[in-house]
Nanobody, 125 residues
Framework: QVQLVESGGGLVQPGGSLRLSCVASGFTFSNYWMYWVRRAPGKGLEWVSS????????SYVDSVKGRLTISRDNAENTLYLQMNSLQYEDTAVYYC??????????????????WGQGTQVTVSS
């Protein structure tokens, strides 16, 4: 069965860094666009970043540009999110998601085919 398993979340001080990972199984990872989507406390889903199948086309929500970097290793079926210069506003549960076709900056659950269980990122001093 399809599985997306995130890891790497935790508690970090403002200005700190984390690296999230998402290991995929049960589908052909290299054929899928992949995404990071987050939900902050008391808020709705927010699309954070996208990456194409080959890993050479990425996009980001404006609030994270220059601080977060999405990447993928198709040989290892793994998606990454390098998070630097973290801010209080980055506190959220981060989900990885996948689709067989490109989805543009969507915050709708049903637009994505596959979801992970999420990993908590807390930025606090």
């Amino acid at each position: 069965q399809v599985q997306l398993v995130e890891s790497g979340g935790g508690l970090v001080q403002p200005g700190g860094s984390l690296r999230l990972s998402c290991v995929a199984s049960g589908f052909t990872f290299s054929n899928y666009w992949m995404y990071w989507v987050r939900r902050a406390p008391g808020k709705g889903l927010e699309w954070v970043s996208s990456i194409n199948t080959g890993g050479d086309d990425t996009s980001y929500v404006d609030s994270v540009k220059g601080r977060l970097t999405i990447s993928r290793d198709n040989a290892e079926n793994t998606l990454y999110l390098q998070m630097n210069s973290l801010q209080y506003e980055d506190t959220a549960v981060y989900y990885c998601a996948g689709t067989g076709r490109r989805v543009l900056a969507s915050s709708r659950v049903n637009d994505y085919e596959y979801w992970g269980q999420g990993t908590q990122v807390t930025v606090s001093s």
